[in-house]
């Protein structure tokens, strides 16, 4: 990998995108990043203008994804790093309740979303044959509760696919599902309330997430990967 990185990164202008994003800038490296809001996509911008690249992009959109794909390819080449880190969960409730709108708005998101990324951006790393992607998964991709069953369904098939992914790349290359942990974070708060306040928060998390994820590389292949 180059001393300077080439990021893509999705659900960049929240959460853990948002520390993310800023935490690959400080450390040097040029970030292609999106987020479903104009308005904080906007602020990126104000904040991280050029070489970075940010833009409004549904990734549950494969059109969307596609022509997004097409134009930061066309720009800055492929990405040493692909962290599809975008995604929702649903309102507290036993499976039985939620809305099938809601399921759908989960799995199109968290599943289909990151089907939507690897298919616009890998097959440009795959010719290079270099390059990381980053699945982010959840603790409830290994485990489960009960009232967020969309949410763990979704993170449970980021993990197989991830595992699938891993074994179809070619040597040099990279698949990783990753854990992040628990932080504080608005989704965490959506299932914890208050509680969610004794977990670190985003920008601590980002201390070490930042260099442990700029540290996986090809020998990472197939790992089902946390940040401790």
């Known amino acids: 990998m180059p001393d300077s990185r080439f990021i893509v990164l999705t659900g960049a202008t929240r959460g853990l995108g948002r520390v993310w994003a800023d935490g690959f800038i400080a450390a040097g490296h040029t970030v292609a990043g999106s987020g479903r809001s104009r308005e904080h996509v906007e602020a990126l911008r104000k904040q991280h203008g050029s070489p970075h690249d940010w833009q409004v992009v549904d990734v549950a959109d494969a059109a969307s994804v596609d022509h997004w794909a097409k134009e930061v390819l066309a720009k800055h080449g ?25 399921f759908d708005h ?17 097959p440009a790393m795959v010719a290079r044959k270099r390059g990381v992607i980053v699945n982010l998964s959840s603790g409830w991709g290994r485990s489960t509760a009960p009232d967020v069953a969309p949410y763990c369904t979704s993170k449970w098939a980021i993990e197989g696919m991830t595992q699938s992914l891993s074994q179809e790349l070619p040597q ?24 969610a306040g004794a977990y670190e928060s985003p920008r601590q998390w980002a201390e070490k997430a930042v260099p442990y994820v700029l540290g996986l590389g090809a020998s990472d292949n197939g790992r089902a990967a946390t940040v401790e």
């Not at 199109?108 to 890998?122: E, L």
């Not at 040099?172 to 208050?194: K, N, Q, W, Y």
Request: hydrophobic letters at 55%; charged letters at 15%.
């Open 106 to 122: 989960v799995i199109d998101v968290n599943i289909k979303g990151v089907a939507n990324v690897i298919r616009a951006f890998v």
């Open 78 to 102: 492929p990405p040493d790093l692909l962290i599809n880190n975008a995604a929702v969960i649903n309102p507290n409730a036993p499976l039985w309740k939620v809305p099938a709108s809601e």
């Open 172 to 195: 040099g290359m990279a698949a990783v599902a990753l854990s992040p942990g628990i932080i504080d974070t608005e989704m965490l708060r959506s299932t914890m309330g208050a509680d």
